[in-house]
């Protein structure tokens, strides 16, 4: 609401982001069940929240979704168990609710929203290459100018995601995602633990690897430290960590 003229009231519009989690699914390397990760959902929803915004939740084939276990801030592994902002979203009903009721992304009306933002978790480097419908939303997005974002293995969207010119999104753009440092760090961790043979990985493929053949200027900050990108109206989140960093980012670039 503005009173600077005494004589007039306006209400101004909240600016409003798109937050896309992955669907469930079950990872062709491990067998596990695997989802969008918890801290890529509730620290970007936290930092728009506090200055505001309106944030609605998609996802690819819309419905109930699960997040990865070890995202769980009260899973056994205590991997997670410092998270209290997620800890805090988890036990909120009205917003845990929210992700057993995600709409699908062909309903997203470009329109109505003033950024996207693609989440990660290990769900999307199973699912994203059929999930045609948010390559095309992703790209009408990128396309139109608005803010478009993904975040950790979410970039696993920029793989597939193709300019109505036929050249990748990616391409000449400098972007971050999940390092191979990273994906280190997690194939030997499961290794040590004898969760899987060491001849399986936990990913099928690796996004820097993958960016870098796109012709990406794909850059990192290090080994789990919180990192965001910003080339244009497109923003990339290294991994889990950084989450406040992406949504940080995205806020700089809309404003309030």
């Not at 100018?145 to 969207?157: D, E, F």
């Not at 899987?196 to 690796?206: A, E, G, I, T």
């Not at 950084?242 to 995205?250: H, K, N, V, Y």
Request: some cysteine; hydrophobic content about 40%.
């Amino acid at each position: 609401m503005s009173l600077k003229n005494p004589n007039v009231v306006s209400f101004k519009r909240p600016k409003r982001v798109a937050i896309v989690i992955a669907n469930p699914a079950l990872s062709t390397t491990s067998g596990w069940p695997v989802g969008f990760w918890w801290s890529e959902l509730a620290h970007p929803y936290y930092e728009f929240s506090e200055k505001g915004y309106e944030v609605e939740i998609f996802s690819p084939d819309g419905g109930r979704c699960e997040a990865d276990a070890m995202s769980d801030p009260n899973d056994s592994s205590g991997y997670s168990s410092t998270d209290l902002i997620s800890q805090g979203f988890i036990h909120t009903e009205s917003l845990r609710s929210l992700i057993d009721q995600t709409r699908p992304i062909a309903d997203l009306d470009i329109a109505d929203f003033d950024a996207l933002v693609v989440a990660g978790g290990q769900a999307p480097m199973f699912t994203f290459e059929n999930a045609v419908e948010l390559q095309k939303k992703f790209v009408e997005f990128y396309e139109s100018g608005k803010v478009t974002a993904a975040l950790c293995h979410g970039t696993a969207i920029l793989r597939y995601a193709k300019l109505s010119n036929g050249d990748y999104l990616a391409k000449g753009k400098t972007v971050t995602g999940f390092a191979n440092s990273e994906e280190d760090f997690a194939d030997n961790a499961v290794w040590e633990y004898g969760l899987l043979p060491r001849d399986k990985h936990v990913m099928p493929w690796r996004i820097e690897d993958e960016l870098k053949a796109l012709g990406a200027n794909y850059v990192q900050a290090g080994l789990w430290r919180g990192f965001a990108i910003r080339d244009g109206n497109l923003i990339t989140g290294q991994q889990n960590f950084s989450g406040g960093e992406t949504a940080r980012a995205i806020i700089e670039a809309v404003g309030e």
